[in-house]
């Protein structure tokens, strides 16, 4: 495994690859990661992994400086996953002095995890094609969980005609439903028992459309409902949106809806997300839907 802190050596070790799978990710890694990791390997022969903490994505009362971190237990964990290329820049690398360029995804980035955290995905879009342009792999893959983060992305590789098929692979869970995420670490034992219920809250809701209920705000409310049976989280968000345009729906059609939600437990906000209905890629949209892959 070849790790390197420079765009030019990376750039160096990649000339001599043939297909290349790429996974970007902030560190600190899981099952989540791994699992996107051995997919990459699996489909494109050769697996390249960033590890990059961006500061651009983090709003100025975040958790950047405590972001959780462990380099050596992330290499160690990529050696065994297959990993072929690790890039661990640091934060002049990607944004050296000087730095002006900023890629904004209109239309996706205003809503949800935008109004909560603004700026957020200007900083995942900058950071995002950024690496991809660096990689050039073939193909670079994200979890589903970071539902919003994957429509941004698949948008803006499509309008920027960036030449890596982006990848989105299902969210990995812990046994007791709660995804997996490098910020579960913050949770104490009491709210990390708590946080089964926004898998619980999920699954009632899937529940209720799958018996015939398509009314979003009464599929909404059954959400609410049941993160209420929990006190030690606190909603952000609950919505019940478009799948392709995350616009709030009044009721779910046949394009299907994208259930999200958003809850804090303490200082640590947890995301999770269910698609409820069958979406037709191909019916809505020449370039399939990133959350319907
Ligand atoms: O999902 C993440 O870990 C980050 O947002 C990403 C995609 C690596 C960009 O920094």
Redesign the pocket.
């Known amino acids: 495994m070849h790790t390197t802190t420079t765009i030019r050596d990376f750039r160096a070790a990649r000339a001599g690859l043939d297909t290349l799978g790429f996974v970007?990710?902030?560190g600190f890694l899981h099952e989540g990661h791994l699992s996107l990791v051995r997919q990459a390997k699996r489909e494109c022969g050769t697996a390249a992994v960033?590890i990059?903490v961006?500061p651009a994505?983090f709003g100025p009362n975040e958790d950047l400086a405590r972001y959780p971190r462990d380099l050596n237990h992330d290499l160690a964990l990529l050696g065994e996953a297959g990993a072929d290329l690790v890039f661990m820049p640091g934060v002049e690398e990607i944004y050296p002095p000087g730095y002006r360029t900023y890629v904004t995804v209109e239309g996706l980035t205003e809503r949800l995890e935008s109004a909560i955290r603004p700026g957020h995905f200007r900083?995942?879009a900058t950071?995002?094609c950024k690496?991809l342009n660096i990689v050039q792999a073939e193909k670079a893959y994200?979890?589903q969980k970071?539902a919003q983060?994957c429509m941004v992305?698949d948008q803006m590789a499509r309008d920027l005609a960036i030449p890596t098929a982006i990848v989105i692979a299902p969210t990995v869970r812990e046994p007791d439903g709660l995804a997996m995420s490098?910020r579960n670490v913050y949770l104490s034992p009491e709210d990390r028992r708590a946080a089964t219920v926004l898998i619980r809250a999920l699954h009632a809701a899937e529940q209720a459309h799958n018996a015939g209920e398509r009314d979003a705000e009464r599929l909404r409310e059954i959400v609410r409902g049941v993160l209420a049976s929990e006190p030690r989280g606190q909603p952000d968000y609950v919505s019940c949106a478009d799948p392709l345009t995350l616009q709030e729906l009044d009721a779910v059609g046949q394009q299907g809806a994208l259930l999200s939600l958003a809850v804090r437990f303490g200082t640590t906000r947890l995301l999770d997300k269910a698609l409820l209905g069958g979406i037709q890629p191909s019916a809505l949209s020449p370039q399939p839907s990133a959350l319907s892959l």
Do not use: A, C, E, K
């Open positions: 970007p990710t902030m960033s990059f961006n994505q900083g995942v950071v995002v690496l994200f979890g970071d983060q992305i490098s």
